[in-house]
């Protein structure tokens, strides 16, 4: 080879390293953003300790919602139970055991794009709203009509409990678990912990992909922008100390930005979950006194 064609072979080398590093670039957050909108679906298996019914709604945009009905047995009220990302109504079975236990009745189910239910696209609370929304009808139309019924949210239930509860005002408590302030944020200061990804340059392309994937303008999920205006509903806002992917300041900011009345508990010892297993008699009480603080009088 002579030293010209040397040169040209090194030249076309350092450019297709280059190339395949920017296209490797571009890849990655492509993907991470596909799996935010694309999440796993997990069949439940695992079931409430008490007798349930087998439901299905439709939500405002035609989409068939499924899920578990347990009637109060104490006319206590009803919860109505939202998991996460990844997750399905079996989620969050640990609470409705303790709930239930304690006579309040559950609704538990699945997002669209999880479980069993229809969809094929998530957008991390803006459209999941409209699964809340369709819920809470539900339970006005299934149980008496003077029945008391909260949310429970966790993690992107949390952030969804707290964007839908601005449009119905007959809700009468909330527990906004793991909450993030807004989905953009949380993508630029947790992108390591979600995606394994360094912030920059990804954390922008993520929702830059995400967006087009989605098909929807998931920087709009901002709950941090309308806690304020959930108020007089009661909000208890919980996080685990730990947490490294959605960090504990969310809550924080959540809490301060709402606005009367609201509660704030932070769990020692618990990362993104596990709240049960890091305070197994704190963490059921402190949940129960809420609920009847403010379901029962």
């Known amino acids: 080879m002579t030293r010209k064609n040397r040169k040209l072979f090194v030249f076309g080398l350092v450019w297709f390293v280059i190339l395949s590093l920017f296209a490797f670039g571009l890849y990655l957050p492509y993907l991470k953003a596909y799996g935010l909108v694309h999440p796993a679906r997990n069949a439940p298996d695992r079931f409430p300790r008490v007798a349930y019914q087998s439901v299905q709604f439709i939500t405002s945009d035609g989409l068939t919602i499924k899920g578990w009905y347990i ?3 104490l006319n206590r009220g009803l919860v109505i139970f939202v998991h996460g990302l990844n997750g399905n109504r079996t989620e969050l079975i640990d609470e409705v055991d303790f709930v239930t236990a304690a006579g309040y009745g559950a609704l538990l189910f699945d997002l669209r794009n999880h479980g ?3 969809g094929n696209i998530t957008t991390l609370g803006l459209k999941e709203v409209l699964d809340v929304d369709a819920a809470v009808g539900f339970v006005h139309q299934t ?3 003077d029945t008391p019924v909260a949310l429970f949210g966790h993690s992107m239930g949390g952030a969804t409990v707290l964007l839908a509860a601005v449009n119905i005002p007959e809700i009468c408590a909330i527990i906004a678990e793991s909450a993030y302030t807004s989905v953009e944020d949380n993508i630029s200061e947790g992108v390591r912990g979600l995606t394994g990804l360094p912030p920059f340059p990804f954390a922008p392309l993520i929702v830059y992909f995400g967006e087009r994937e989605a098909g929807a303008n998931i920087r709009s999920v901002r709950p941090l922008d309308v806690v304020g205006q959930i108020s007089p509903i009661p909000v208890l806002f919980i996080h685990g100390e730990l947490d490294g992917l959605i960090l ?7 809490y301060e930005a709402a606005r009367e009345p609201k509660e704030l508990y932070i769990v020692k010892n618990a990362g993104h979950g596990g709240f049960l297993e890091a305070a197994p008699e704190e963490y059921p009480r ?3 006194a809420f609920l009847e603080k403010y379901m029962l009088h």
């Open 248 to 254: 504990p300041q969310n809550s924080q900011k959540l």
């Open 286 to 288: 402190h949940i129960l």
């Open 71 to 73: 009637p109060p047995s």
């Open 116 to 118: 069993e239910s229809d």
């Open 143 to 145: 149980a008496r009509a």
